[in-house]
T-cell receptor, first 114, second 114 residues
Framework: DGGITQSPKYLFRKEGQNVTLSCEQN?????MYWYRQDPGQGLRLIYY???????QKGDIAEGYSVSREKKESFPLTVTSAQKNPTAFYLC?????????????FGSGTRLTVV | AQSVTQLDSHVSVSEGTPVLLRCNYS??????LFWYVQHPNKGLQLLLK??????LVKGINGFEAEFKKSETSFHLTKPSAHMSDAAEYFC????????????FGKGTRLSVIA
């Protein structure tokens, strides 16, 4: 079955450490996205990528980094510069960026800083 | 700029009664509009989408939404609520241009009382 796989489902990090969240899709989608979800704030866009080796900052990119070396993969690194990283992180993909293209979402990774 | 406003952060209905989740949008052109549903600790699933075809859009699980340009609204309805409908619902509008991501509302939490 085609879909998006996020791993791990739960992740604990000590303050001051970087951590990388994995996102893999086998839908042959060109575009991929990372969102952060906090209670009552909806989804906020961190980074998105329209094509391999290209990505753009979203609304809350500070303290995060991404890479897009393969079409199938769009890992997100939460760096020690991110002041409040505890949140639910969602990865999504679509055929393209723009109107009319609905997104397919992964099941999410819950990151907790301890 | 594109935006959506979900008018209720929380809606509570009794099982078997109608559901109405309200969404108003702001767009500089005729947009694409979507509704997504998220069950606890899960990713988002597409319920339905409007892309300038019929103004009444039918989705999965008995949900439907009507695009009303004069009212800039895209409310989600269901004739009879089921316990399994309890979830978070997001109204989404297409981005400002052909190469910008979708814009998500802050969500409406639907509770269904037995």
């Amino acid at each position: 079955d085609g879909g998006i796989t996020q791993s791990p489902k739960y992740l604990f990090r000590k303050e001051g450490q970087n951590v990388t969240l994995s996102c893999e899709q086998n839908l042959n989608h060109d575009a991929m996205y990372w969102y952060r979800q906090d209670p009552g704030q909806g989804l906020r866009l961190i980074y998105y990528s329209q094509i391999v080796n290209d990505f753009q900052k979203g609304d809350i990119a500070e303290g995060y980094s991404v890479s897009r070396e393969k079409k199938e993969s769009f890992p997100l690194t939460v760096t020690s510069a991110q002041k409040n990283p505890t949140a639910f992180y969602l990865c999504a993909s679509s055929l393209g960026v723009g109107e009319g293209y609905g997104y397919t979402f992964g099941s999410g990774t819950r990151l907790t800083v301890v | 700029a594109q935006s959506v406003t979900q008018l209720d952060s929380h809606v509570s209905v009794s099982e078997g009664t109608p559901v109405l989740l309200r969404c108003n949008y702001s767009s500089s052109y005729s947009p694409s509009l979507f509704w997504y549903v998220q069950h606890p600790n899960k990713g988002l699933q597409l319920l339905l989408k409007y892309t300038s075809a019929a103004t009444l859009v039918k989705g999965i699980n008995g949900f439907e939404a009507e695009f009303k340009k004069s009212e800039t609204s895209f409310h989600l309805t269901k004739p009879s609520a089921h316990m399994s409908d309890a979830a978070e619902y997001f109204c989404v509008v297409s981005g400002l241009s052909g190469n910008t991501p979708l814009v998500f509302g802050k969500g409406t939490r639907l509770s269904v009382i037995a």
